[in-house]
């Protein structure tokens, strides 16, 4: 009991961390450093940080290719959950982990759906499809946590195989090292929105881990 409060305390701390940066992110030192001259917080930073990784349409590809993999593996976990679903002939008696899971990637779609066309906290760095476009947090970024922490602890509640354990997580971890990383490089996010995305991509991770330790281990 005292392990699943830890779980949900380190869970409300992140989210909590996410809720400040991003007022911080959008209130302080405010400037017109964006494109047609739309205005970022923290904007001193954000110069540097856009100065330093200008628009790099390799590295953009590679994380763009990224994204469709952690969407891709995603999707397979969704056709298990159905064929776990379907084997079982009922709703209740399927994997509750699973069951889970999907209502998680249904949490995040919602949470990517609210700062791309509800709550926009800022544009891009450069526009890259005629308009100026949403960027904070980065999608990518908090996706990539959120929906590959995720996974990577249904891999150690699945896998038995301890080598197999180890290629699947590690799987896990790369592609979210590889993916923040491109991000931050291709110049297409402000540095702020690539922290705001590994604030949230960490609270929403904490909070399945948190979830799915109750449902395993209990």
């Not at 409060?5 to 989210?15: G, Q, R, V």
């Not at 917080?41 to 953009?60: K, Q, R, Y």
């Not at 399927?94 to 249904?106: E, K, P, R, S, T």
Request: aromatic share 14%; proline share 3%.
């Amino acid at each position: 009991m005292k392990k699943i409060n830890k779980d949900f305390l380190n869970t409300i701390i992140l989210f909590v961390a996410f809720i400040a940066f991003t007022i911080t992110a959008s209130r302080v030192d405010v400037g017109p450093i964006g494109p047609n001259e739309s205005k970022v917080g923290l904007s001193t930073i954000n110069h540097f940080f856009v100065v330093v990784f200008p628009w790099n349409e390799l590295f953009h590809n590679i994380s763009t290719v990224l994204g469709c993999i952690i969407i891709a593996t995603a999707f397979g976990f969704f056709i298990y959950t159905i064929i776990d679903i379907v084997k079982k002939k009922s709703l209740k008696k399927a994997d509750a982990g699973l069951i889970a899971l999907m209502v998680y990637f249904a949490l995040i779609v919602g949470i990517y759906i609210l700062f791309d066309k509800v709550l926009i906290i800022n544009y891009r760095p450069v526009i890259l499809n005629v308009v100026l476009e949403p960027s904070y947090p980065s999608t990518h970024t908090f996706m990539a946590i959120s929906i590959m922490l995720a996974l990577k602890t249904q891999f150690e509640y699945k896998i038995k195989d301890e080598d197999n354990k180890w290629f699947a997580t590690t799987f896990c971890m790369a592609i979210i090292v590889a993916t923040i990383f491109t991000r931050m490089v291709a110049g297409v996010h402000w540095f702020t929105d690539i922290i705001g995305g590994i604030l949230l991509g960490s609270a929403l991770a904490s909070l399945y881990n948190a979830v799915a330790r109750k449902i395993y281990n209990k």
